[in-house]
């Protein structure tokens, strides 16, 4: 079983950037995504980036977020530039089969 925690969210103002990281308990090879939930929506996928490198993209975050994963420290990162409020949720990573706990991102106007 593989635990995943994820870190980096937090209160920034629109137009700002985060980085979010997500540790993995061991090597997967599974393509890893990040997804976010806001209150009283469901849950989306934002990014998901395979084991050699190949990235998907949410039309919302096109050009602002960049997903990268380092296989060597078993983790996932999620680069967040040009924060718009309606990026507010919690995002989570998950491998397919396992998922964090997710990490609170607020951006405010």
């Known amino acids: 079983q593989v635990q995943l925690v994820e870190s980096g969210g937090g209160l920034v103002q629109a137009g700002g950037s985060l980085r979010l990281s997500c540790a993995a308990s061991r090597s997967t090879f599974s393509t890893m995504?990040?997804?976010?939930?806001?209150p009283g929506k469901q849950r989306e996928l934002v990014a998901s980036v395979t084991y050699g490198g190949t990235t998907v993209y949410a039309d919302s975050v096109k050009g602002r977020f960049t997903i990268s994963r380092d296989n060597a420290?078993?983790?996932?990162?999620?680069?967040?530039?040009?924060?718009?409020?309606?990026?507010?949720?919690v995002y989570l990573c998950s491998n397919g089969n396992h998922w964090g706990q997710g990490?609170?991102?607020?951006?405010?106007?």
């Not at 995504?33 to 806001?38: E, N, S």
């Not at 420290?73 to 949720?89: H, I, R």
């Not at 990490?103 to 106007?109: K, L």
Request: charged content about 15%; aromatic content about 10%.
């Open 73 to 89: 420290k078993n983790t996932v990162y999620l680069q967040m530039n040009s924060l718009k409020p309606e990026d507010t949720a």
């Open 103 to 109: 990490t609170q991102v607020t951006i405010s106007s």
């Open 33 to 38: 995504g990040w997804y976010r939930q806001a």
